[in-house]
């Protein structure tokens, strides 16, 4: 019979025999983060097909690996290649080959199981949506909740949907961070055959993990790292954790060596071409799998290398997917296609949730009657500080907004989970750009009107349209300039205060023209016919300028954040 | 460049400049006709702000390069630049307001492009350093050059604004030489002035770029020290 892990599952240690095939190669890889080494001169070779266990006690590296491999950080020392991409060079090609489930989610709660699924397919440049998500959800067992929003399902099933989600694009390298963490046995049992059916079609599958019984039972693989070294890493042999354990163990109390591997030398270290699972667990293959015998070859691409060259030949799996391998410069249309899913996503949460417009529409209202009432007791007449209080009020209550436009998204893991996919970061600029301009415009619209009241103006409806054509150019380069900036204070502390900070001085040369124009129109009541003059366009260079800015700077900042 | 030696020669320029300048500009120049004494305050405001605006397009500079480069001494000098532009930034702001005060009765004016001009800078430095302080590790680099890039096109644009709708400013003598005579002895002592003001920044500048390599050391070494432990 087939092994079991601790929560029942059967599973079956599979290979599916891809010579060579090397999914994950790291040479001297090291991460520093501030005052310390994360990771230290890590050799490590990935397999295709295979389980591999990545073991160790906190703080010792396992998290900052997968991260590395993910793409969302960049490596301090050494080199790591993900299918044969650069992972520091070739990002977004790297993140094309990886699914990856994490400690969170990295779903929008707001939205259903389908819609985020439906979402990811299209970061991921993928077409036949709607076939995807059905598959990838009966996949998990979650196709009759698919119109359940994501809070409202339990946290095995969130994990089920996080590993669809990983899994949607056919990833032929799959990152698992402690992905049992609060699941109970019956999610459990489910995660374990996932895994395993993930590495029976082909992929190579990397997961941390503190159960060293799961371990033993699901991966064929196994890397121990201590103080961000590793401190050991072989294949595992049979089911039975007690050797694994006992490695484990001395690799604790020997800890991290300066090189190589604790006690033994690193020629040493190349993993022989040993019997691969399904001989030493006959059973095994009598289980629930329907892979091929292992070629004991295969073996070999879980060798370590102490050589300084990665020396790995990089194949996609015969028989996955590739059809989302990415890399190349995307087409205008499909940054286009990215855009209108962000946006799309963006419009839909709120509609929902209505988390950010009406606090903002309040918030400006107040302002303006408090900038009027205290400006009135100045003396202006007041119909005169009417534009000054208008936009004043659309700049307080709009930075509101746009304090929440990507802090909201990254509180909850929507935000990394976005990331994780090769969608062009351009892309995700202009859909976020669109629906901060589609907010701020509309609020800049709603405080026309009330302005008009409140400060007893009586423009022409003429002035009044061209008005709202002044708040909809504003508004295009004032939430450009936000939404970069936003994306820039996203990995800062006390972000929601940084943002003003960085934005307010951006807005002077926006204020003078808009409130310029604004009074023009509003005011001295200019008519329609008169030439908008070098305010429209200071105005239209503004919006133009942050938009392509934004387009081109938003990667570099939000990959960093 | 062994910027130890670079540091040494231009502080003994900068001690040499700052000496002459200071003998020209409170000796050897006269009082002016209107302002009298008072035209001494701008031989400080003028180097300053000129200095000023140099360190934020060496800020930019640094800024771009290191994007390009992925080359963490160019943030160096990009953030180098930044904290003495703030100190620069704030004793132009400072001076011309004390001149301005001096000579025409007010403090400040809002219609006054090249006021708006260095208080926008002012705004953009110091977010710019507060920035880099809220944030970690490699992050801090690649977003603070964003932000410092982000920030010219407002500070030009702000320029522009000013200028088109409102204005304020005595004009330049020094960009309409055909009005400003080589025997001029303020010239003279404003080109002092400002030849100064720029030894002294770049003297200053080397020394801060210094002074985070060496922390950038000791950084290193207490990171390979608590990995060998």
């Given at each position: 019979m087939s092994p079991t892990t601790p929560s029942g599952a059967s599973v079956v240690k599979h290979t599916a025999g891809h010579d060579d095939a090397v999914a994950m190669c790291a040479v001297g890889l090291g991460k520093r983060f501030e005052h310390s080494w994360a990771l230290r001169s890590v050799d490590l070779r990935i397999a295709y097909g295979r389980v591999t266990a990545l073991l160790g006690p906190n703080g010792a590296g396992k998290s900052t690996l997968l991260a590395l491999a993910s793409t969302h950080l960049r490596p301090t020392t050494g080199r790591l290649e993900i299918a044969g991409h650069d992972a520091q060079r070739a990002g977004a090609a790297v993140r094309a080959h990886i699914g990856l489930v994490s400690h969170r989610p990295m779903l929008y709660p707001d939205l259903s199981a389908a819609e985020n699924l439906a979402y990811v397919v299209r970061m991921y440049g993928l077409d036949r949506v709607e076939e995807r998500v059905e598959a990838a959800l009966r996949d998990v067992d979650l196709f009759p909740r698919r119109r359940e929003r994501v809070s409202t399902l339990s946290?095995?099933?969130?994990?089920?949907?996080?590993?669809?989600?990983?899994?949607?694009?056919?990833?032929?390298?799959?990152?698992?961070?402690?992905?049992?963490?609060?699941?109970?046995?019956?999610?459990?049992?489910?995660?374990?055959?996932?895994?395993?059916?993930?590495?029976?079609?082909?992929?190579?599958?990397?997961?941390?993990?503190?159960?060293?019984?799961?371990?033993?039972?699901?991966?064929?693989?196994?890397?121990?790292?201590?103080?961000?070294?590793?401190?050991?890493?072989?294949?595992?042999?049979?089911?039975?954790?007690?050797?694994?354990?006992?490695r484990y163990e001395d690799a604790l109390n020997v800890g991290a060596p300066k090189r190589g591997i604790a006690g033994k030398r690193e020629e040493d270290l190349t993993f022989a071409p040993t019997s691969p699972r399904h001989e030493r667990s006959a059973d095994a293959n009598r289980g629930i799998g329907t892979e091929p015998a292992i070629p004991p070859t295969a073996m070999q691409a879980g060798a370590l290398s102490s050589t300084n060259e990665p020396v790995a030949v990089f194949r996609t799996p015969a028989g996955l997917d590739d059809s989302h391998v990415a890399g190349a410069p995307r087409p205008v249309a499909g940054v286009l296609a990215v855009a209108r899913a962000v946006a799309a996503k963006n419009i839909r949460v709120e509609w929902r949730t209505r988390e950010v417009m009406p606090s903002v529409i309040l918030f400006a209202v107040v302002s303006m009657v408090l900038l009027g009432r205290a400006l009135l007791a100045t003396g202006p007449e007041l119909h005169r500080i009417a534009p000054s209080a208008l936009w004043i009020s659309l700049l307080l209550g709009s930075t509101l907004g746009l304090t929440r436009t990507l802090s909201g998204e990254a509180s909850h893991g929507g935000l990394a989970g976005t990331l994780v996919s090769p969608a062009d970061r351009g892309g995700i600029f202009l859909g976020t750009w669109w629906t901060a301009w589609a907010y701020t415009t509309v609020l800049g619209w709603l405080l026309l009107p009330i302005a008009v009241a409140l400060f007893r103006l009586s423009p022409d409806?003429?002035?009044?349209?061209?008005?709202a054509g002044v708040v909809l150019l504003g508004a295009a380069g004032w939430s450009a300039a936000g939404v970069l900036l936003s994306a820039a204070a996203l990995g800062a502390r006390?972000?929601?205060?940084?943002?003003?900070?960085?934005?307010?001085?951006?807005?002077?040369?926006?204020?003078v023209p808009a409130v310029d124009e604004t009074s023009r129109l509003l005011v001295t009541n200019a008519t329609s016919e008169a030439s908008p003059g070098a305010a429209i366009v200071l105005l239209a260079a503004y919006a133009l300028i942050y938009v392509v800015g934004g387009f081109l700077l938003f990667g570099i900042v939000i990959d960093q954040g | 460049m062994d910027l130890r030696r670079l540091s040494r020669a231009l502080a003994?320029?900068?001690?040499?400049?700052?000496?002459?300048s200071l003998y020209v500009v409170f000796v050897r120049t006269p009082e002016e006709r209107v302002m009298g004494e008072r035209i001494r305050i701008l031989f400080v405001h003028v180097g300053a702000a000129w200095v000023a605006y140099l360190s934020y397009a060496v800020t930019m500079v640094g800024a771009v390069l290191f994007l390009v480069r992925r080359d963490v001494r160019w943030d160096r000098l990009a953030a180098?630049?930044?904290?003495?532009?703030?100190?620069?930034?704030?004793?132009?702001?400072?001076?011309?307001?004390?001149?301005?005060?001096?000579?025409?009765?007010w403090w400040w004016r809002?219609?006054?492009?090249?006021?708006?001009?260095?208080?926008?800078?002012?705004?953009?430095?110091?977010?710019?350093?507060?920035?880099?302080?809220?944030?970690d590790g490699e992050a801090?680099?690649?977003?603070?050059a964003v932000v410092a890039?982000?920030?010219?096109?407002?500070?030009?644009?702000?320029?522009?604004?000013?200028?088109?709708f409102r204005t304020f400013h005595p004009d330049p003598i020094i960009s309409r030489p055909d009005q400003a005579a080589a025997d001029d002895p303020f010239l003279w002592a404003l080109m002092l002035s400002l030849a100064a003001y720029t030894a002294i920044y770049a003297w200053l500048l080397v020394e801060r770029v210094r002074v985070s390599e060496v922390r950038q050391s000791v950084r290193d070494a207490r990171a390979d020290l608590d990995g060998a432990t």
């Open positions: 946290r095995g099933m969130q994990q089920r949907l996080a590993l669809a989600r990983a899994m949607v694009h056919t990833p032929d390298m799959v990152l698992l961070d402690e992905p049992f963490a609060g699941l109970d046995r019956a999610a459990a049992v489910g995660l374990d055959e996932r895994v395993a059916a993930a590495a029976g079609r082909g992929a190579a599958v990397l997961v941390a993990t503190h159960d060293l019984e799961r371990a033993a039972i699901l991966a064929d693989d196994a890397v121990i790292l201590v103080k961000g070294r590793v401190a050991w890493s072989g294949p595992i042999e049979g089911t039975d954790p007690r050797p694994l354990r006992r409806p003429r002035n009044l349209a061209a008005a006390a972000r929601e205060i940084l943002l003003p900070v960085l934005l307010y001085p951006l807005a002077l040369p926006l204020v | 003994a320029l900068s001690l040499g400049l700052v000496v002459v180098a630049s930044a904290e003495w532009g703030v100190v620069l930034t704030s004793i132009t702001l400072l001076t011309g307001s004390i001149w301005a005060r001096s000579v025409n009765g809002w219609d006054d492009s090249r006021l708006n001009l260095t208080l926008i800078l002012w705004f953009l430095y110091v977010g710019y350093l507060i920035l880099r302080r809220a944030l801090r680099a690649a977003v603070t890039i982000a920030g010219l096109p407002a500070a030009v644009l702000n320029h522009f604004a000013t200028l088109l």
